[in-house]
């Protein structure tokens, strides 16, 4: 057998790195191995990974230096930020996390051009910014941002493209996984099952988590001919009457869908509800742009185990709460 190709991947410890240096390590050809980057090689998911045979690297976004000694040798990287990471309020009033994204970015696109990765797979998403009218009352967040962890990661697609190396977009939409906590179904007064989500009647992308991982292969596989293409990985596209639906197959009793709009979400007063208010504004005024972007016939070639929401429902039903 040839020598193996190395994958850096970043974030592998978390769901969308994770789940690529599990398809590596599971893919019977051989013909990739998986270079895990984390900033703690000593966690428990760190150590997890390097029992089942990955190559587990310390490497931090935010130190060039220790992404182009990760990066050295690797045929390919995937790249993932975390906007969501934990942080001060200290911290994100001296650098907002859209900041903190376009800074780690530009950081591992340098790196990767430097170390001589002939492959970028890029983890990002679409700029919301487009799909808002101007004075239309929804909420601004750092001088111009409608959803920053969207708009942030869409701009910093330019530090990838400066870079000269070969570029797949990737994009994950929903994901199943989120059915389990913040789109979970609820019981009512009476006690009946509902499903209160912000999708009005636009039809919703979603995904399981570990199907972005296996997509990300995929298009390592085909190799650079995917450079300047952007992938949308879903395995369903519904309705959110159809997601109760699915949910009421799976759970055995009626979940009827509630619909809650954006203005009510804003309003909630949760921490981040003007962001979670515009992304599902976002989502059902940019339904019919986000279903044209998805290449099923694409997507079940780069990963024939492609799940749709009745499959992952079918596996997963007893972590849906009820």
Known sequence: MSEQQIIAVVGATGAQGGGLVRAILDDRSGRFAARALT???????????????????????????????????????????NFWEPRTPEEERARPATTKEREQAGNAARAG???????????????????????????????????????????????FLESGVPTTFLQANVY????????????DETGALVLPLGFGEARVAAQAAE??????????????????????????????AQYAAALSLALGEPVTYQAVSPDMIRAAGFPGAGEVGNMLQYLIAAAPDIAELIDFELLRELNPRLQSFDTWLAAHRDTIPR
Do not use: C
């Open 113 to 159: 051009q430097e170390a001589g990765v002939r492959h970028f797979v890029w983890s990002t998403l679409s700029d919301t910014r487009g799909y808002f009218r101007p004075g239309d009352g929804t909420p601004s967040f750092e001088g111009s941002y409608k959803v920053p962890h969207a708009d942030g990661k869409a701009e910093a697609d330019r530090l």
């Open 39 to 81: 900033r703690d090689p000593g966690s428990a998911r760190a150590r997890e990974l390097a029992a089942l045979g990955a190559e587990v690297v310390g490497a931090d976004l935010d130190d060039a230096g220790s992404l182009r000694k990760a990066f050295d040798g690797a045929h390919g990287a995937f790249v993932v930020t």
């Open 176 to 187: 199943y996984e989120a059915f389990r906590d913040m789109f979970a179904p609820r019981r």
């Open 211 to 240: 199907d972005v991982g296996r997509t990300a292969l995929g298009i390592f596989r085909h190799g650079i001919g995917m450079a300047g293409r952007r992938v949308s990985v879903a395995g369903s596209v519904l309705t959110g």
